[in-house]
């Protein structure tokens, strides 16, 4: 079987969704308003509230939710057989990433751009909000782990994309200052950084002095370094340490100077990665090695499925996206639609491109079979896969593959590093919030907050696997991260069901997703808790068991302060409001 095929058949699904469904949830449901006044014109300040473009808004939105993990999750969910992975990519993107990260913005910009969690407050009550800041706190840490890893993996893996990843950071300011200061335009300044960046990836490919090999200053593979520690891991160690400095700065400046002109820079990456991939696909025609369902699978995918792809499918943290900066630049409601389903699409298109970028790299089904032997190994090798598979797609329009493989590698570190500048910048700001909320004032300093956000992200990365190695923390938390992204997506979907209560609007388009989700999620993470992770398990461990009690106490608190709110009276607050 083709490729293609699959390729198509996601796209119609796709263009169906967007054409009927999402118009019938902006018309019926969300009853978007082109006359209502938007935060982004009533609080204008020209720092946070800025109308702007529906394109560059798109682009900027896209690029902040599309990070290294709609490849990485569909890139091991595979192991349970393309056509379950396919489905639920499809379907979710459909019926609940859209609806989700499309109601959060809307029921954001109805409500003065506020967050998720500040909404919390006025839908459920003060207590369920401290609650729900604390999860999300929670998921935050965990983004920064779980990218940071990504990141420092892909550094040490491919160590030509170094240079080409980091040039990017004195284009980004030279941009900002363009920009900002003489009043340039962003596009052709940011075309030319990203040629620049590409020409840097060509020439570190072929020339080993450009090649930026930590393992090999430490001595090679296999070598010990300090206090015997590996070569590879004193890599890990070293390049996690530079991760948490920069994402220290870039979180503390000004969003102009260097974050803002970078998402542009990325929002380009992002469709240049997305058509390589797609065109690859149509030049080189590859088969399916990969079987349709996994019989053999030493776990089953149900409910893991649905934890494993979280974002491609749906995701929690794009709705702290939608509330938190993209609702205070829409320029009018009407483009709610435009920005926030069609957002999910395009991650959902870079999920399905994953996908069938790993399903047709082996050339035989026992070589595929061979490499996702376990959950385990597929966990592992997902990733790795993927860039190789890309980059197959990629040569079929005469890029070499040494090359292909440099700016795949390029193109998701740029993506990681987006997801986990936006993600460090938020935890701050959660930070801040609950130092208000519990009147201690040294965390309402920036610094102190940054601070905080970025030590306890880079130690949860370094924990030690073994005694002598660093950085399987990102690693071990890819499943919690999984589950507590999908609780946060039906918390907020349930938040946005009672907020359309009491509207007297039908809630069902969200409600029914919010019901699957929940569903899926809390059998998922009491099984993990309860029998995987517990004291008691044979696979014991403290870490995720920790995490994951927490996180599941709290969710359950919530649900049941939501749902006696779901069944209440209307509130005259957000009544107002909408």
């Known amino acids: 079987m083709s490729g293609i095929w699959l390729a198509i058949a996601g796209i ?32 204008e300040d020209g720092v946070d509230f800025v109308p702007t473009n529906k394109f560059v ?43 989700h990260d499309f109601g959060t913005l809307v ?49 040490i893996s491919f160590p030509a994309s170094v240079v080409s990843v980091f040039i990017q950071i004195p284009l980004a300011i030279w941009i900002g200052y363009s920009v900002y200061k ?28 450009l090649q930026i090999d930590l393992v090999k200053y430490f001595g090679g593979e296999g070598a010990t370094t300090f206090m015997g520690a590996s070569a590879t891991s004193m890599a890990f160690f070293v390049w996690i340490i530079v991760l948490m400095v920069y994402v220290y700065i870039a979180s503390t400046l000004p969003v102009w100077k260097l974050l803002q002109p970078r998402d542009y820079i990325n929002s380009h990456q992002l469709l240049v990665g997305l058509g390589l991939l797609y065109l690859g696909l149509l030049f080189t025609n590859p088969q399916v090695t990969a079987p349709v369902s996994n019989a053999q699978a030493d776990i089953s995918w149900f409910p893991l ?26 320029n009018n409601e009407k483009e709610a639609r435009f920005v926030g389903y069609l957002g999910a699409v395009g991650e959902g298109a870079l999920a399905l491109i994953a996908i069938i970028a790993v399903i047709t790299f082996f050339p035989t089904a026992g070589e595929f079979s061979a490499t996702y032997s376990s959950f385990t190994e597929a966990s592992g090798a997902g ?9 197959q797609l990629a040569t079929g329009l005469g890029i070499p593959s040494v ?22 910048r938020l935890m701050r700001y959660i930070i801040s919030e609950l130092g208000t909320e519990y009147n201690f004032k040294p965390l309402t300093k920036a610094h102190v907050a940054t601070t905080a956000a970025v030590v306890s992200s880079a130690a949860l990365t370094l924990i030690p696997q073994g005694p002598k190695g660093f950085g399987s923390g990102g690693y071990l938390l890819w499943p919690l991260f999984g589950t507590s992204n999908q609780l946060l997506a039906g918390i907020s979907l349930l938040l946005i069901s009672i907020w359309l209560k009491r509207l007297g609007r039908n ?24 029998t995987e992770w517990a004291p008691w398990a044979a696979g014991s461990d403290w870490l995720l068991f920790s995490f994951g009690a927490i996180i599941l106490v709290f969710t359950i608190w919530i649900l049941l302060t939501a749902a006696s709110a779901l069944l209440n009276g209307k509130d005259n607050n957000i009544e107002k409001s909408a």
């Open 12 to 43: 119609i699904i796709f263009a169906l969704g967007y054409k009927y469904y999402s118009k019938f949830i902006a018309e019926k449901i969300y009853r978007l308003d082109p006359n209502y006044v938007t935060p982004a014109h009533k609080y």
């Open 57 to 99: 808004l798109w682009g900027h939105h896209f690029t902040s939710v599309a990070g290294a993990a709609p490849i990485v999750g569909p890139a091991i969910a595979v192991y349970w057989g393309w056509l379950p992975a396919i489905l639920w990519v499809l379907l979710g993107t459909v019926f609940a990433a859209g609806v």
């Open 107 to 155: 029921l954001s910009v109805r409500n003065k751009g506020q967050s998720m969690g500040t909404l919390a407050s006025k839908l459920i009550g003060e207590r369920a909000k401290k609650l729900f800041l604390f999860i999300i706190l929670l998921l935050v840490l965990m983004v920064n782990a779980v990218f940071a890893w990504v990141i420092a993996n892909l550094f």
């Open 182 to 209: 003489k009043k340039g335009s962003m596009l052709l300044p940011s075309v030319v950084a990203l040629a620049v960046m590409y020409l840097a990836a060509i020439v570190a490919s072929y020339v080993p002095v």
């Open 305 to 330: 499925l649905f934890i494993t792809i979280a974002c491609g499918a749906i995701s929690g943290f794009h709705g702290l996206v939608s509330s938190g900066t993209t609702s205070k630049q829409l």
């Open 383 to 391: 990733l790795t896969v993927f860039i190789q598979g890309a980059a």
């Open 403 to 424: 090359v292909a493989s440099t700016i795949v590698s390029v193109i998701i570190v740029s993506f990681a590093a987006t997801t986990l500048d936006s993600s460090v």
């Open 507 to 530: 809630y069902w388009p969200t409600l029914i997703p919010m019901l699957f989700i929940m569903f899926m999620t809390l059998w998922a993470m009491i099984d993990q808790v309860i």
